[in-house]
Nanobody
Framework: QVQLVESGGGLVQAGGSLRLSCAAS????????MGWYRQAPGKETELVAR???????NYADSVSGRFTISRDNAKNTVYLQMNSLKPEDTAVYYC????????????WGQGTQVTVSS
């Protein structure tokens, strides 16, 4: 059974930092593009950052320059380093694993709350 287990959320003051971690099942990690998404209250889920299995990254404009996504293939873990946090970053953050082989798949973690106080 595929699992994505997130950790690292919490409450932080504006300007502070947090690092989110997502440990994925070994069976899918190395072949998956890994992403972080977020959903704020009353808003749609949006892509925050994504890293492909060969290390190509992309970021939402709203977090570019503040957030960094990285993956450790030896640990089957993807990270999201969040710096210079703003109140508008407050959301539930979800880890995602997506790939195409042997069949297209898309898995989600349970989510972790990030709250940034002003």
């Amino acid at each position: 059974q595929v699992q994505l287990v997130e950790s690292g959320g919490g409450l932080v003051q504006a300007g502070g930092s947090l690092r989110l971690s997502c440990a994925a099942s070994e069976s899918i990690f190395s072949k998956s593009a890994m992403g972080w998404y977020r959903q704020a209250p009353g808003k749609e889920t949006e892509l925050v950052a994504r890293v492909t299995n060969d290390g190509i990254t992309n970021y939402a404009d709203s977090v570019s320059g503040r957030f960094t996504i990285s993956r450790d293939n030896a640990k089957n873990t993807v990270y999201l380093q969040m710096n210079s946090l703003k109140p508008e970053d407050t959301a539930v953050y979800y880890c995602n694993a997506a790939g195409r082989r042997p069949v297209p798949y898309n898995y989600w973690g349970q989510g972790t709350q990030v709250t940034v106080s002003s």
